[in-house]
């Protein structure tokens, strides 16, 4: 399944390693490392002006100017489709 996860990117939601929220950057010295590393990579994806989010994958790091929250109920919605799925194979004859 796919995420649409800003600024016209969508990744597969398999990838996303994490997804934390813009702030941490400030207080975090291993995640301003990672994020200096990846762009010196040239792995850094998005605008880092009006990002709320990185989400971390294990290619690239993109920044979203949609909130946690958002990119959470997202791929919360990629849960409940796939528990469908399973629920409808289930009471097939």
């Known amino acids: 399944m796919f995420i649409h996860i800003g ?3 969508i990744i597969r939601s398999r990838d996303i390693i994490s997804i934390v929220d813009h702030n941490t950057l ?3 010295s291993i995640m301003e490392e990672m994020i200096d590393n990846g762009t ?3 792995k850094v994806i998005g605008p880092l ?3 709320k989010s ?3 994958t294990r290619e690239k790091i993109y920044y979203s100017t949609l909130s946690v929250i958002t990119l959470k109920k997202r791929s919360s919605s990629y849960s409940m489709v796939k528990k469908a ?3 409808n ?3 097939k004859p």
């Open 40 to 42: 010196k990579e040239n």
């Open 26 to 28: 400030k207080s975090s």
């Open 7 to 9: 600024n016209n990117n």
């Open 54 to 56: 990185i989400v971390l």
């Open 49 to 51: 002006q009006d990002s």
């Open 89 to 91: 194979m289930k009471i």
């Open 85 to 87: 799925e399973k629920y």
